[in-house]
C-alpha cells in the first residue's frame, strides 16, 4: 500500500525532540533528511519482510549452536536459501565471519517483526521483548517457514508510522555512537550496535518513490555510514 510520505520537517522536530528529552547529543544542524516532500513511502512486500526475518533467525540460531546441517536443511525445507546473502551463507555453512556481528542481528529481527505487527514495541531504550523467540520460526520443532507464516497473525504497520519511526532512528543512530565517543550515560540498556541494527532493518524494509531515489537497496547494500 503506497501513501504520500509525511511532512518530513515536522517528522524531524518530533525526532529532534525525543532525542533531547532522552538526554542525548543533537545531530548537528543541516543532518540529512530522509525523504522529500511530495515523496511517497511503501512497505517492501510482507511476503520479503518475513523471508529477512526468517533468516537473520536461523543466521541468529547459528550463532547459539544451531547445527549446520540443520540450518542449511531448514533453509532448504523452507525454499529460502536464494534470500539468504554471501556473507550470512558462509556464516551458516561454516562459521566464517564476523560472529559477534551475526548476534547482532537479533535486533534486527526484532526491528523486522514490529514492522510484521509480531513486536508491540520498538523502544529504542529496551532490548528485545522477551516474547520475541515464541513469535519466530520454531527451529527445534522443525517448523517450516510457510507453517510459520500460517499460525502468524501478520499485520503489517502503516508505511507512515514505519517512516516516522525510522526518522528517529535514523537520527539515534548518530546520537548514540555521539554519546558513546563522549562517555556520556545512555538512556536505556541497549547501545549504538542495537540501535544500527534496528535502524538498518527499517532502511530495507521501508521504500521511498521520488526523484531522489535510488531503487530500493538489498540488504547487503544498505548504507548506514550517514
Known amino acids: 500500500m503506497t501513501k504520500a510520505a509525511p511532512d518530513p520537517r515536522a517528522v524531524r522536530e518530533a525526532s529532534l525532540d525525543e532525542i533531547e528529552r532522552l538526554g542525548l547529543p543533537l545531530p548537528p544542524p543541516g543532518f540529512p533528511l ?3 516532500p511530495g515523496d511517497s513511502i511503501e512497505l517492501r512486500p510482507t ?4 523471508a529477512r526475518c ?10 547459539f549452536g544451531m547445527p549446520t546441517e540443520i540450518a542449511m536443511g531448514w533453509l532448504l525445507g523452507s525454499h529460502l536459501v536464494d534470500l539468504v546473502t554471501p ?7 561454516g562459521a566464517k565471519g564476523d560472529h559477534r556481528s551475526f548476534v547482532l542481528h537479533h535486533d ?5 517483526a514490529w514492522l510484521l505487527g509480531l513486536s508491540r514495541h520498538l523502544d529504542p531504550t529496551a532490548p528485545p521483548e522477551d516474547r520475541l523467540m515464541s513469535q519466530m520460526p520454531d527451529l ?20 507512515v508510522e514505519a517512516a516516522v519511526l525510522l526518522d528517529l532512528y535514523y537520527c539515534l543512530d548518530w546520537a548514540f555512537q555521539e554519546a558513546e565517543r563522549l562517555g556520556a550515560d545512555l538512556p536505556g540498556e541497549i547501545g549504538s550496535n542495537a540501535i ?24 547487503e547494500e544498505v548504507d548506514l555510514s550517514v
Open 140 to 159: 527445534p520443532a522443525g517448523e517450516t517457514f510457510g507453517s510459520w507464516r500460517s499460525r502468524s497473525l501478520m499485520s503489517p504497520r502503516d508505511p
Open 87 to 93: 556473507p550470512e551463507w558462509q556464516f551458516v555453512i
Open 108 to 112: 534486527a529481527v526484532f526491528a523486522l
Open 54 to 63: 526468517a533468516v537473520l533467525h536461523v543466521v541468529v540460531a547459528r550463532c
Open 47 to 50: 511476503i520479503d519482510i518475513e
Open 34 to 36: 530522509i525523504w522529500e
Open 196 to 219: 544500527g541494527q534496528r535502524r538498518w532493518a527499517l532502511e530495507w524494509a521501508i521504500v521511498f518513490q521520488g526523484p531522489y531515489h535510488d531503487k530500493p537497496a538489498e540488504w
